[in-house]
Every structure is written in C-alpha cells, then in structure tokens.
C-alpha cells in the first residue's frame, strides 16, 4: 500500500547515545519533512526536504541531522540524545499538486 | 516562518452540541488551511481542508470557514458524538508547502 513507513515505532535511549530514525515512502513525492510533537503542543517542523539530495532547517534544527540520498528515504539522525529530544517524531510527504499531505505512523522516542 | 494561534485549548461539549475551534495565522502568502484530528497514540488525520480561494467548505457534520482578510480560519463541528472526542489541530501552509501547526484542541463529548 502506498504510503510513509517510519522505523522504529519505539525505542529508548541513554543519554549520549545516537540513533537513526527512518522514513520511507513509495508515492515518489519530492517533499518530505520531519516533526516533532511534545505533549500540549502541535508539531514543529525539525527539518525538512524538497528533493534527493536536499536538506533545509525547520523551526527546531538544534540536535539533529538529516540526510536524502535516495528519493523515497530521509533519515533523522541524533548524534548525541538528550532528555530534551524525548518526543513522538512523525515523518510527512507531499503531493504539491493536490495539497495531499501523507503522515507516517509516529516513532515514539525517550531518552533517559 | 509561519505562526498558528489556536483557542481554546480544551473543549467540553454535551452531546449533540456544537464545537468551535478557532484559528489564526500569520503569513498572507499562505493558501491551504487542514484541520487534523488525533486520537491517543495515533498520528494526524486529515479530516477536512479548505485553499484560499473558499470561503466555507462543508462535509457532513464539519464545516471549516476561512477570512482570509482576517487572517483566521475555525473548525465547526454539529451534532457532536462521543467519537468525535480527540485533539483537534489546524495548520496552514507556507514556503516549501511546510505546515505549520496550531497547539492543539483537546475536545471532550459529554454523554
């Protein structure tokens, strides 16, 4: 089925550690973005993509890298966690033609 | 970069009551406006939309309206149902088709 897949769904950290979260879509969509959402507030944008090989900075940047060497996957990676980066991340494409907006699943990440 | 205000922030309805939410933003280039729901461990789903060049649009039970000389937007909710208890989110696009998300709703439907 069409749509973003983003692995893992759960996982705990220690603080200092790194992890790659990823996101993969098969709509061939050339924007994709990463959010993250903390308890009472809405999503903000942490990075974001308008193409293979591009990458640009959201609201909240500080943190984390990204990476679009392939078209279908943006990874978000943390080189250092903190307790501060304790979120639901949620991975988003975007067909530009129809404002047709595809969330994937959420990644629920705590770092203790 | 784009900036949502959204009130209330919880909401409290009898059944077969009304709901409103309200939204405003920021930037006049924006031209989409989505409302999402979210249920408890769930990602957004889109429940309704409406572009710039609208005015009102309707699907059922929601309606969504746009002032874009105002610069807000609110979703309408009737008849509402135990099922329609979630966090509600608005958004609005802006360069790059970004969103950007309001706080957040949280609607409660009292049976």
């Known amino acids: 089925n069409a749509g973003v897949t983003q692995t893992p769904k759960f996982r705990v950290l220690k603080t200092g550690q790194s992890m790659t979260l990823l996101c993969a879509q098969d709509?061939?969509?050339?924007?994709m973005y990463w959010y993250r959402q903390d308890p009472g507030m809405g999503l903000r944008l942490i990075h974001y993509s308008v193409g293979e090989g591009t990458t640009a900075k959201g609201e909240v940047p500080d943190g984390y890298n990204v990476s679009r060497l392939k078209k279908q996957n943006f990874l978000l990676g943390l080189e250092s966690a903190a307790p501060s980066q304790t979120s639901v991340y949620f991975c988003a494409t975007v067909n530009p033609g129809n404002y047709g907006y595809t969330f994937g699943s959420g990644t629920r990440l705590t770092v203790v | 970069g784009e900036n949502v205000e959204q009130h209330p922030s919880t909401l409290s309805v009898q059944e077969g009551d009304s709901a409103v939410i309200k939204c405003t933003y920021s930037d006049s280039a924006s031209n989409y406006f989505p409302w999402y729901k979210q249920e408890l461990g769930k990602g957004p789903q889109l429940i309704i939309d409406?572009?710039?060049?609208?005015g009102e649009k309707k699907d059922q039970r929601i309606a969504v309206t746009l002032n874009k000389t105002a610069k807000h937007f609110s979703l309408h909710i009737t008849e509402t149902q135990p099922e329609d208890s979630a966090v509600y989110f608005c958004?609005?696009?802006?360069?790059?088709?970004?969103?950007?998300f309001g706080a957040g709703t949280t609607v409660t439907v009292r049976a």
């Open positions: 709509m061939n969509h050339e924007y």
């Open positions: 958004a609005a696009t802006f360069n790059d088709y970004k969103l950007s």
């Open positions: 409406i572009r710039s060049n609208v």
